[in-house]
């Protein structure tokens, strides 16, 4: 094993890790709440009403980031899984493991905006909506991921096997959606409700990124804190922790 | 003032909207907060008990 | 049974699927479950909507398909089990031969011993929805590749359910989301096949799964059943 190494060594270590995520933490926090404010300003204030949905629109701006949120926090989790089960690194089943409650909650909170928007808009609160009936899915492919960590008592097989079902939702999610779409398309018609629309003016556009930051900020935060726990939970006979902690 | 409340009539679908969503932020902070106080607090615990910090 | 190192890998998984053919014609009832409850299941839809053939038609894709899947799920949960607990995999880690190799052929006879039985029975089950026996053919081919895909899928979890107390509703849980895309493909072959038309592409979008499913799953469930077995 060479020098080049070192950095990884390093960086996976969970005394350093430990310190780095408390270093880090204000640094995402802050600007997230800043620009989380600022979005919101932007979002319900500066923003003109749409022209076909009038003022409800405006849930846009807490729907989208939060299915961004939910979909983003797989990959994250899978890619940290990835790492843990490749190079045995123990730091990474912890962010793994730290993931999983944040994404599950936001694909929640994406579900019941989403429905709170279908009900002005389609009439109803549920519609079998190909974006729906994805974060349905993802929402169980997250109660199966937490299910399978709290069904096995040893941790270090907890988080090896709970690797294994994360990389193989995140081969399966693209497909999920793709038969979903592909499902939707031959039973209803194409649904009302577009979110990626490309003339969306920049008064709408601006908070919206703006939101999307934000919230991807505050999750970089929320995890930081969650992984300095789980390392703790994991580690707590260390001896690095007596300087740690102090 | 009341008119932005009233949100063109879409208030009742937005404002939960947003409840929701706010409520899914400071809980996820609450949560992580207290994992971390009460790992932390274990961990304190554990190292009173075994000065050396070396045993299991 | 112990599989020798000599052994070449041909040997081995003739071994294994003798093994498990043994097994079976021991323990005939363990078949024999999924296929009753397939029966059942489906029985129970005329009951508890309609009698009218008509209807029962327009819903026969989803019947068919739920039934199934739960029925070869009720299967899977003593994919590996016993096997564990009598240390058989054990031996399967410790043979020298390819534990991915050894367990997809594991997974060829379970699926030779429900998926095929559940595609046979598909059909004469379809009569009492209202499928005409025409459609045989396409509902068989959608049921065929489904299942195996499902099989495949299910060794996965199988083997992460492994070290669980009461995995057999976790089991549920984890492969029911992934086993989406078969559910949209094989419901859509099976609607087209019943209205007579040609469900090739949606065959085809299962064979691709199959196929997929064949390249990546004996590898995670390897993974699996290793872990499982720490």
Partial sequence: MGTNWAWFHRFGSPPHVYRLAGLLTPWFAWPAALSILAALYGGLVLAPPDYQQGEGFRIIYV????????VMIYAVMATAAGVGLIWRMKVAHAAAASCAGIGAWFTVVSLVTGMLWGKPMWGTYWVWDPRLTAQLVLLFLYLGYIGLRSGIDDLGRADRASAVLALVGVVNIPIIRYSVEWWNSIHQAPSVMKMAKPSMPMEMLVPLLLMFLGFTLYFAAVMLVRLRAEILRRERSASWIREALR | MSEFFAMDGYAAFLWPSYLITFVAIVANIVIALKAHASARAAALRRLEGDPAGTQT | MTVSKAASSWQAARIVLQREWLLAVRRPAQVLQPLAFFAVVTAMFPLGYTPELAKLRA?????????????????LEHLFREDASDGTLEQYVLSGQSLTWLLLAKTIAHWLLTGLPLTLMAPWLGVVLGVPLTAATGVMGALALGTWTLSLLGSIGAGLTLGVRRGGVLLSLLTLPLAVPVLVFGARATELAITGDSPTGALYLLGSLAVLGLTLAPLAAAAAVRIGLE
């Fill in chain 1, 63 to 70: 729907h989208a980031p939060s299915a961004w949120l939910s």
């Fill in chain 3, 59 to 75: 819903i026969a894709p989803g019947v068919l398909w739920v039934g199934a899947l739960l029925a070869s799920l009720l299967a």
